[in-house]
């Protein structure tokens, strides 16, 4: 039999299931605290402490002192590199944007077909994007070589004479866009999950009706592949503002300023002039500019993405209802 002192020391079934169900709330977030760490120590923190040193003279080594808006007022007016940069900088994202997205959508679309060994050239064309930037921007140095580079001595096989490349105010920000549009192999493979999201009986259906390739691309593909190119596109105008090591390491911004992108310039302010507070007010303003882009991009999504289940009236979307 059991003693009294035996049942006081067994839990009820009540208590043991409201220790389960704590036991159960707890154990996912156990799972995600190291996620959680990472997040506030070296993301949202860092990001907070740029904002505040953005209003400090914050040197490297030296006295810190609070100046307001100070850095930001002469960024705007008295510091002639920024809007130098920033030029340079548009310029090269009105260039890459397009480019970017229009070939690595041609790369998918060219993977999508039932061909033998597309598993190699998925692996292939995937390649330069895991190459690091520094050894990338290496290979590109020899391959734009006025004296012994592959590139000019293939245009000169064809009685082309080839221009010095990385020494050219002209042909530089073009080598930059080049060796960037190298390296797109995520947002191929992106494009490539997105079409083959799309139902063939779409295509089945159109060429029934008598639609052309080109018709079945416009009329199909880019209307349901609409959510992946906005994706694709807000990552490529990201990325755009923040090129950096490709013409640190080939160009170091030269010739004659010609590829001195903006981040390069907030770059220097921070690390070569030791301007700690007035490249956090140059990265703030960045941010500022990327997020600017991306919510008119987001703004202007309603005329042109569309996703499943909905149908626009009257230019406007809305559901697509049951028994209509």
């Known amino acids: 039999m059991t003693t009294l002192n035996e049942t006081a020391l067994v839990p009820p079934p009540a208590a043991k299931r409201r220790r389960k169900f704590r036991r159960g709330r707890v154990t996912p977030y156990l799972f995600i605290l190291p996620w959680i760490v990472g997040l506030f120590a070296f993301t949202l923190g860092p990001l907070v402490f740029s904002l505040v040193i953005s209003f400090f003279d914050w040197p490297i080594v030296g006295e810190v002192r609070f100046v307001g808006l100070q850095n930001y007022i002469e960024m705007f007016t008295q510091d002639s590199m920024f809007w130098s940069s920033l030029l340079v900088t548009l310029k090269f994202a009105a260039l890459f944007v397009p480019l ?3 070939i690595a959508l041609g790369l998918a679309m060219m993977l999508n077909q039932n061909v033998r060994g597309k598993a190699v050239f998925r ?3 995937y390649l330069p994007s895991v190459i690091s930037g520094v050894a ?9 070589s006025g004296e012994y580079g592959i590139l000019n001595y293939f245009l000169s096989m064809i009685g082309i004479a080839g221009p010095d490349w990385l020494n050219s105010t002209t042909w530089a920000p073009v080598a930059i866009v080049i060796a ?3 390296g797109q192999g995520t947002m191929m493979l992106i494009f490539l999950a997105g079409l083959k999201n799309i139902p063939k009986e779409l295509y089945e259906a159109a060429s ?3 639609a052309g390739k080109v018709g079945q691309f416009f009329r199909i593909t880019l209307p349901m592949l609409s959510p992946t190119l906005l994706f694709n596109l807000i990552t490529t105008i990201i ?7 490709l013409a640190l390491v080939l160009t170091g911004g030269g010739p004659m300023l010609s590829t001195y992108f903006y981040a390069m310039y907030m770059y220097e302010n921070a690390f070569k002039f030791s301007k700690m507070g007035y490249a956090s007010a140059n990265a703030w303003f960045m941010f500022l500019i990327v997020l600017s882009l991306t919510m008119l991009v987001f703004k202007s999504s ?10 626009k009236n009257g230019g406007k979307k809305r559901k697509r209802t049951e028994g209509r």
């Not at 990325?239 to 090591?245: C, E, H, I, P, S």
């Not at 309603?302 to 149908?311: D, H």
């Open 100 to 102: 970017n997205m229009v």
């Open 302 to 311: 309603s005329m042109w993405v569309y996703y499943e289940g909905e149908m």
């Open 180 to 182: 960037s549009l190298w």
């Open 239 to 245: 990325a755009a503002f923040q090129q950096l090591t």
């Open 208 to 210: 029934i009706d008598g």
């Open 123 to 125: 692996t292939v064309f």
């Open 136 to 144: 990338l921007a290496m290979i590109w140095a020899w391959v734009y």
